[in-house]
Each structure stands twice: as C-alpha cells, then as structure tokens.
C-alpha cells in the first residue's frame, strides 16, 4: 500500500468510476469523494424505474434501455462542472459509446476502470443482498464489457486489494495528472 499522500487540487474535475457490477464501484467511490472532499453520486439513481425493473427480473439492458440513464449521468457531469465544484459519480460505462456519451472527450473528467476476474467479481455478487442487480446478469455485463483503452486515458485500478489501498492509487494518479495539484 502507498502512503495517503497530498490530495489533488485544481480546476473543478469529475471521477467516472466504471466497471461491471460487482466492482465495487459505490464502494470505491463514496471512499474516493471522502477522502477528496468531492461530491458523490451513485450512477444508478439515475435508471429509470422501467430499467431496475428489467435487471431486477434478470434481464440485461439494451442500448435503448441505456440512454436516457447515460443522458442523466451526463447531465450531473456537466452541471458539476458548470458549477465549479469536483464530483465522483458511479456508471458502470461498460462500452466505449457509453463513455465517450457521459465524457465526451473533456479532459475534466477521467475515467476510473475498476478491473477485475469474472471469479472475484461473482463471489461478490453472491454475497450482495437487496441489490437490484442479480448475479446472474454478470454474464451479460462482461460480454458487453469494452475495457478501456490507452486513448481514453484510464486510471485502472486492479479490485483484489483492499479499498483503502485502491483509493490511494487513484488518488496518487490524480495528484501526478491534474494541474495545479499539491503532489
């Protein structure tokens, strides 16, 4: 594990935290906007009711199903930006359309891959109670799965290490990006 170190000051910027479910995405991210003293929005208070109810009867979504959620996480990126203030926002982002929707090539806000085995992830899952999502759509969401590439700038964080230890990582690649920061 890495020392805590400075945390990133600077122009207002936006965490998008993705990563199929079960990544440990609210985790990792409620703990990244603490620890930064960024606001925090879980991503998926943002599907529509029609959406948690198709994944909550073990049906994946579509792109169709996906769009109106992606134009509200875009939506709270923009407004935060617009506002001046540093977010963390949670969206699984599983393809590079989704991304390039809700990011849109603005280097204000970065991408946080959340990486890890379909193994780990469904041991997770398995032990997750009263989540909309059930473990047997974690299929579905790695087969749609793009992994980000090295032009989208990722910050890849490997989830088979203890969470403090993820932030620290991410918090570190902030203070090495971002200008103006205190690193």
Known sequence: MTAPGPVPRGPATVLVVMGVSGA????????LAERLGW???EGDDF??????????AGKPLDDA??????????????????AGRSGVI???ALKQTYRSAIIGGRSDVILVYLSGSRQIIQQRLEKRRGHFMPSSLLASQ???LQTPVAGEKPIVVNIDQPVAAQVDEVVASLARRLPGSSA
Do not use: Y
Not at 47 to 56: D, F, Q, T, V
């Open 39 to 41: 606001t925090f929005q």
């Open 142 to 144: 790695f087969a749609a």
């Open 24 to 31: 440990g995405k609210t985790t990792i991210g409620a703990a």
């Open 90 to 92: 949670t969206c699984s």
């Open 47 to 56: 599907h529509p009711a029609a959406n948690l109810a198709k994944m909550k």
């Open 65 to 82: 199903d996906r769009a109106p959620w992606l134009a509200r996480v875009e939506a709270w990126i923009s407004a935060q930006l617009a």
